[in-house]
Structures are given as C-alpha cells and as structure tokens.
C-alpha cells in the first residue's frame, strides 16, 4: 500500500509534528516510535505515563431493547451480567471456537459502546450486522478517536483534567467531561498497567492529546513499545497470538466464559469450547523464556529435546522491563507445563528455552 492509500487518524499532524516515524499499521499511518526510542518510550511507561493514539481501533455503538441478550449470541462473555458502568473483554467467535476478534464491552446505560481491533473492524461490522442488524441499532463511529493514557501516573494526570474520573474502577467507564469535552473514558489497558482509554470526537482530539502532552509526566508511545509492554504483560495480539483457528481455551482465555454461559452455550462453537473445557485441548497458548539474551520473534519454530516440533512462537522480543528475551506461542498440551525444556530454533540453529508463567512483569492494575 502506498503511503498516500494509507488512512489517518486525528492525531497525524501532531506525530509528524512530534518527529514519530511512521509506518503502515492496518490500512492507516501510524507511529511506530518517537525519536527518544522504543526502550524509552517502553520503561517511561512503566515509570510515569504514556499516551498511545489508538484511533485506528473501531468503536461501535449498540442499542436497542434486549441489546445484551442479543449480542450474546455472538460472544462467550456474560454481558447481560454487566452492570452500567462496567466492562468486560470478550471474543466474537466462529462456528469452530475460533477467535474471530477480540474486543471490550462497556455498559454505558442506555447501550453498549464496544471497541475492536483496527484490522478487523470492518469485518467486525459486517459479522454484526448480518447476525443482529433489525434487532439493535448499529452506529459505527470508526470517525472518533481513541486515546491510551497508560502508566503509574496516569491516574494523577488525567484527575487534572477530568476529576470524575478519580472514581472510575479497574474495568469500568462512562461520559466524562476531560478538559471541557464530552468523552468516554474506560479505566483498563494493554501494557499491564493502571490507566485509561478516552475516546473523544476527532476535532477536539489534538486539542486534548497536546493537553495530556503538557503534563511533566506524559509522553507520547508509538506501536513499538506498544507491543513490547503488552508482549511482558502476557497478553494476546489479534492476528498473532489469536486468530479465527484459534480457541478460546487454547490461547488460554477460559475466564473469558463465566459460569452461565459455560452452562447455557448459546454463542458460536459453544460445543467445541465444552469439549475443550471438559477434556483440555490438545495445543495451549503459553510464556516462553529463550536463555541467553537473544530474543526468538514470531513464527520461530519450537522443538522438544530431541528435536521434535512441538510448536511455534507466535510473539516474541526483548522485555526491557524484564530485562531479557521473553516469548509467548503454541504448543501441544503434554509440553505445556510450566519450566518443560523446549528448544527455540532460531535461524535453524537450535537454541535452549522453557516455558515460563505468565505475566513477565506483573500487572498493575487499579484494583482498591
């Protein structure tokens, strides 16, 4: 795609201002790192705060009467147990159990304001209007930006700005006023720790982007520390680590299931996810630790001791919290155990690594 073809967020303008080097992310241009670096961008995030411009991401809107009970049946999540002002993570699913996204579903009261990943949400859309267009509204708002302010001192800057948010527990959201501006604001995140997403209207974007930017603490994150903080984190990039052959319970997102869905079903591959929950599956997602300080990336394969395939890494790179290589992938259940001696072979030189639990950094939620 050539870099004219490629789509802009709101925010564009201000990561060229601000000397981000872009590249192609999803059909749009997006930056990738600032000129201070990845690492960086990655340890000022776990120290102080960062902001993410995550406007490519779609955000939809869903009412309508019975809009939980409706939108069940295309996720595993219990959101008809969604209390107003929470939020859930959950999976839209295909007849086979394979992820077809993955997605966050807040309660807003009189709807359901849902954000998918960039990639997929076109499809996203089209998937929900063919299942439950004539029985919600649907209203895509893939025009309004989205904003990730990520970090230990993220709650101090955005309470400046926005002192309702002070009030917002870890999964929870609602309108709130940031700085004079009607937004949404989600207290949850993708890099392990405390922070918010503000979803706010494009023209007034720049305006608050440069007014988070202002605080002492803040720095803006491009899509390079972006992966490394959520890769330590533990957790899943569509397309990667989940993808539509992958189950839930593969990839080792059982809690996504609560307990009334696990025993009414009723959402696609529902049988496959019971089978699965009730004999295990035959591969699992799981942390991987190279030795040595050579990382092992994505589709590095994955032998046991004798050389045998076993699996594949499906994420990988250096940790700059963790301090060394770190890894997540697939493989077949009986090598999934924590600490089994597996061989990553990089560049077909085999070389030693273990499965490992995961977080790699522990996660730093706001939980009071």
């Not at 009467?65 to 839209?92: C, F, M, N, S, W």
């Not at 309108?175 to 949850?188: L, N, Y």
């Not at 720790?193 to 603490?217: H, N, T, W």
């Not at 040595?292 to 790179?317: H, K, M, W």
Request: aromatic share 6%.
């Amino acid at each position: 795609m050539t870099e004219s073809a490629l789509k802009e967020t709101p925010l564009h303008a201000l990561h060229v201002a601000l000397g981000a080097r872009m590249v192609e992310f999803a059909g749009y241009a997006m930056p990738v790192q600032y000129p201070t670096g990845i690492l960086t961008e990655h340890l000022h995030t776990r120290a102080g705060a960062g902001l993410f411009d995550v406007s490519h991401m779609g955000q939809i809107r869903l009412s309508g009467a019975d809009v939980a009970q409706h939108l069940e049946t295309l996720v595993p999540g219990d959101i008809k147990g969604l209390a107003p002002g929470r939020q859930r993570y959950t999976l839209l699913t295909n007849d086979a159990a394979g992820i077809l996204d993955d997605l966050m579903v807040t309660n807003a009261g009189d709807h359901l304001f849902v954000v998918v990943n960039a990639g997929c949400k076109h499809a996203d859309l089209a998937h929900i209007q063919a299942h439950l267009g004539g029985k919600v509204a649907i209203e895509a708002q893939f025009d309004r930006a989205l904003l990730a302010l990520q970090g230990p001192q993220a709650a101090a800057v955005l309470l400046r700005l926005a002192p309702e948010a002070g009030s917002l527990g870890f999964m929870a959201g609602r309108e709130i006023a940031v700085d004079g501006v009607p937004c949404f604001v989600t207290r949850s995140g993708y890099t392990g720790e405390d922070g918010y997403e503000i979803a706010i209207p494009a023209d007034q974007a720049e305006r608050i982007a440069r007014r988070l930017l202002a605080e002492p603490e803040v720095k803006p994150i491009g899509l390079g520390a972006r992966d490394s903080l959520r890769l330590e984190a533990g957790l899943c990039l569509h397309g990667h680590d989940i993808d539509a052959t992958i189950t839930p319970i593969e990839a080792g997102l059982n809690w996504v299931i609560g307990k009334r869905r696990r025993a009414e079903g009723g959402y696609p591959g529902a049988a496959v996810v019971a089978e699965q929950l009730a004999n295990g599956p035959k591969r699992r997602r799981v942390g991987i630790l190279p030795e040595g300080r050579q990382p092992a990336r994505e589709g590095t394969p994955l032998t046991d001791a004798a050389g045998n395939p076993v699996g594949t890494i499906t994420s990988g790179g250096f940790g700059p919290s963790f301090g060394g290589p770190v890894a997540m992938g697939y493989v077949d259940a009986a090598h999934a155990a924590d600490g089994t001696a597996l061989q990553a072979v990089v560049r077909g030189q085999p070389r030693p690594a273990a499965v490992a639990p995961m977080p790699f950094v522990p996660h730093r939620y706001y939980r009071p």
